[in-house]
């Protein structure tokens, strides 16, 4: 297996889940900031021009973080991510699936569309720099709901670490990094983040 990688949220978050199972994957970086992510070359790889994307020794290549960390779990069932037992395993989705609609789509389109605007405006059709700024501002709204519904867990699927909560952190991080912190009003946000950024699969 070959694993594109490139910097930005999406692949870290693929990095978090390998190093969370202890594997080790060869990489190929694609410089983003370039454009080679959209070179023929790439687009042969992975279709959408994303990265990451997971190259099989099939030559198959599997693209999308969530599909991504799915084929690493059944491969390399343990230590889960996703979990053991239909139950957990629908927990982790579920929460994946409102992490990824309610709060990853929006920060991400909002941060194309203002401060990352140079480098995606060639690339793709983005909203206008007021929609932008109601984008950040619903997925600011949703990290608060978030917020409200986790108190008292340590993790977003209970004691479990799972895929939900290695999106959530690759985001909350970009996020910071690009003018949308956690909302100052957050109070699980925050303690769970410590948390999570203290796993040594957090350095990937």
């Not at 060639?122 to 108190?151: F, N, Y």
Request: aromatic share 6%.
């Amino acid at each position: 297996m070959k694993l594109h990688d490139s910097i930005g949220p999406n692949p870290r978050a693929v990095r978090i889940a390998i190093a969370e199972k202890g594997m080790s994957i060869p990489t190929a970086q694609i410089d983003i900031m370039k454009g080679n992510n959209r070179t023929p070359g790439y687009m042969a790889i992975n279709p959408s021009g994303s990265t990451p994307a997971l190259e099989l020794d099939s030559g198959q290549c599997v693209a999308e973080i969530t599909a991504i960390i799915e084929y690493l779990e059944e491969i390399h069932p343990t230590p889960a991510i996703i979990g053991t037992t239909p139950e957990e395993r629908a927990e982790t989705r579920m929460w994946t699936r409102r992490i990824d609609l309610y709060i990853l789509e929006p920060m991400a389109n909002g941060f194309r569309a203002s401060e990352g605007r140079p480098m995606f405006e060639s690339r793709m059709t983005l909203v206008t720099p007021p929609a932008a700024a109601e984008l950040k501002a619903i997925a600011q709204e949703k990290l608060l709901w978030l917020d409200g519904l986790m108190q008292g867990r340590q993790w977003i699927c209970g004691d479990r670490f799972t895929m939900a909560d290695i999106l959530l952190l690759a985001f909350v991080e970009f996020g910071a990094s690009v003018g949308q912190p956690m909302p100052a009003a957050a109070t699980w946000l925050p303690e769970w983040h410590k948390r999570a950024a203290a796993r040594p699969s957090a350095a990937a």
